[in-house]
């Protein structure tokens, strides 16, 4: 009987081993061998040349910074999503969420008409008699990008966690003397823990690896680790170097994961 | 003041979120072709779209390919998540940690290893390859919304029903399947979404000649984009939101029209 049920998984067994497993030896193949396939770091040691350490440079800095500024943005507002009533914060979720529904590559594009030097924000900006922006073209608005594209990723998981936490555990804090910035602080902060590392790594992970939002608002001038990997398969065609990137994209990532998993352990403890 | 504040706070970030969007609605009714300039209201962006044989041919691909994908994904993974809740552990584990590879990698490294799969089997990169690469990525999304679901389901109503004599198939059609039903449906909407809004896979899954709305605007971008695209875009989104406010707010009214036949039975109103 069990034997049989497991026969169901059979076709996913086939089909993960196919398209999953393999393609990711692929890419181990590819980055640990040359044109004439004898096996070489040099590919993925390549990273340390000076284009290439920069562009890995440029887009960790920048996907730390959008991932803060999504966390700073998105706490305040999950939670007070999740402070009001129920039936009204489900619907304010979906209100959240409906822009995902709008192609994500005329969204950001859409940004260019508004940052541009004549955009729709300079104009406001201009009526108002304040100083215009310019940041069409340079890291800030791919920072902008980032955080407008991501920001729905990091608000789910916190409202999520958030909006879970039983009211009565609040209510005994409150009895037993802590004032609300205790009671945040000690009760509700490390309850949303789990909430905040899930939207860390599902924001941080697609930032750092982008190549989309670094195209259409940095205007071709600022390379990331992402561009780089494109640029080397769809250009340069050569796929061992773009592999050997792409394993050290992996190890970041999978570093990411790991520092954020151990620090969600040591605060699971902690308090 | 604190309620003031809070509402004020939601509407800025509600005001980042839908910027682009408003952008992108007005810009399909404006004039003139760059988006620079306003150039007066028209909707001949809207007539032109049904005649642009390009766009509509980009539309027919993503429609399909997001359709087909999520139908197989599916089947594939409803299987698959039926079998996994009932797995040993060892067996569960490898299926685990193939599920969470796509979901927690980055797009561009799926992305790389499926077109080098696809070049090392000398493949044609085409409707096939993208079709192949769009079920690989949402299996997962199908197998996340089933299993929670599948934990749910006693056990015991199952074997109650073979107790009674039904076959196997009979039993899990007639009781587990309804109980399921929810997440199966659940995971073919966010397949669907999920393939229709996905651009980096299929940038490397695709061949020439073959494009989807994302790989459409991607090239435009460089080449400055068509305004019926901005139409396109517009009329989707509408659709969409009519969809989710029809499906999230007709059982709400057929469930007070009940409860207010209910209440009027109670009352002796109605006889």
Known sequence: ?271 | MKATLKKLYVLLILLLLYAPIITLVVLSFNASKTRAKWGGFTMKWYASLFRNEQVMNALYTTLLLALLSALIATLIGTAAAIAMNSMQAKIKMYFTAVTNIPMLNADIVTGISLMLLFLAIDATFGFPTVLLAHITFNIPYVILSVLPKMKQTNRSVYEAALDLGATPAYAFFKVVFPDILPGVIAGFFLSFTMSLDDFIITHFAKGPGLDTLSTKIYTEVKKGIKPEMYALSTLMFLTVLILIILVNYIPNIQKEKNLKENTRYEKGMVH
């Open chain 1, 1 to 271: 009987m069990k034997n049989k049920k497991n026969l169901l998984a059979f076709p996913y067994l086939l089909w993960s081993a196919g398209f999953i497993i393999i393609p990711l030896c692929m890419i181990f193949f590819y980055g640990f061998t040359d044109k004439t396939n004898r096996f070489t770091f040099a590919n993925v040691v390549s990273i340390v040349e000076g284009e290439n350490l920069k562009a890995l440079g440029i887009s960790i800095l920048l996907a730390l910074i959008a991932t803060l500024i999504c966390v700073l943005l998105s706490y305040p507002l999950a939670y007070i999503l999740s402070g009001s009533g129920m039936k009204q914060s489900g619907f304010m979720i979906f209100v959240f969420i409906l822009p995902m529904w709008m192609n994500f590559l005329l969204r950001t594009l859409a940004w260019q008409t508004l940052l541009e030097k004549n955009g729709v924000i300079n104009m406001i900006l201009h009526f108002l008699h304040l100083p215009v922006l310019n940041i069409i073209n340079t890291p800030y608005a791919i920072v902008l990008g980032m955080v407008y594209n991501f920001l729905p990723f990091m608000i789910l998981p916190l409202y999520n966690a958030l909006s879970k936490i039983d009211p009565s555990v609040i209510e005994a804090a409150r009895d037993l003397g802590a004032n609300s910035f205790q009671t945040f602080v000690n009760v509700i902060f490390p309850l949303s823990i789990p909430g905040l590392i899930s939207g860390i790594t599902m924001v941080s992970v697609p930032a750092l690896t982008t190549f989309v939002i670094s195209d259409m608002l940095g205007g071709g001038k600022i390379l990331l680790i992402g561009n780089v990997i494109e640029q080397e398969f769809k250009q340069a065609n050569n796929w061992h170097v773009g592999s050997g990137l792409s394993i050290v994209l992996m190890l970041f990532i999978l570093l990411a994961m790991g520092l954020t998993a151990k620090y969600d352990k040591e605060g699971g403890s902690y308090f």
